[in-house]
């Protein structure tokens, strides 16, 4: 069965470094989502995207955060620099295969950041 | 910001029993949907009822929707211990490929 790949799994860096976090959606979803899973809470949405245009980013705190979505498929997303408050889970969906109407997200298994 | 509250936080049942889970929620919607994730990993899609529907079923689970109290149950029947996991509703305000508002979860534990 097909897959949201993210990557790295585990991330930790200091405080004021940059990171940048990879997610490669299921083939064929034109849709893809970047969430923020602070721990103890559901999902925040930052980004989404659709193809590879920026659909919503009300919520992505774009002075330190940002997100593309190059060609349409994989996407990645970047905190310069990072803060302590940025430690959370980083998860990443998609949606919109054939068929599929786009209601029904997937989801991968996450980076989980921790910032020192 | 979080669309609601799932209700309880917590819950612990013996194996066997039917666990029910509640969501609140703020907006008009589209749809809802249940998720579970499993601890330290990403979410399943569980199941997705409309705003049009009142009920829906799908194996043990069973999920009903009252637009007018803008509130939304998970029951779990016959638990199993590999049901231990946090449970999430998530709305759709527009549905198709709409950004979801989800709760905070409840996190249920299957006692064997």
């Known amino acids: 069965e097909a897959e949201v790949a993210q990557s790295p799994r585990y991330k930790i860096t200091e405080k004021s470094q940059a990171v940048a976090f990879w997610c490669d959606p299921i083939s064929g979803h034109a849709t893809l989502y970047w969430y923020r899973q602070i721990l103890g809470q559901g999902p925040e949405l930052l980004v989404q995207?659709?193809?590879?245009?920026?659909?919503?980013d009300s919520q992505l705190p774009k002075d330190r955060f940002s997100a593309e979505r190059l060609k349409g498929v994989d996407s990645t997303l970047k905190i310069q620099p990072a803060e302590l408050g940025d430690s959370a889970m980083y998860l990443c969906?998609?949606?919109?295969?054939?068929?599929?109407?786009?209601?029904?997200?997937?989801f991968g298994p996450g980076t989980r950041l921790t910032v020192l | 910001s979080q669309q609601g509250e799932e209700d309880p936080q917590a819950l612990s049942i013996q194996e066997g029993e039917n666990a029910t889970m509640n969501c609140s929620y703020k907006t008009s919607i589209n749809n809802l949907q249940w998720y579970r994730q499993n601890s330290g990993r990403g979410l399943v899609h569980l199941i997705l009822i409309r705003s049009n529907e009142r009920e829906k079923h799908s194996g043990r689970l069973r999920v009903t929707l009252d637009t007018s109290k803008k509130s939304s149950s998970l029951l779990i029947t016959a638990s199993r211990a590999a049901d231990t996991a946090s449970y999430f509703c998530a709305t759709g305000r527009f549905g198709g490929a709409d950004g979801l508002t989800f709760g905070k979860g409840t996190h249920l534990i299957i006692q064997p």
């Open positions: 995207f659709q193809d590879e245009s920026v659909v919503d």
């Open positions: 969906a998609s949606s919109g295969g054939q068929g599929q109407g786009g209601d029904t997200q997937y």
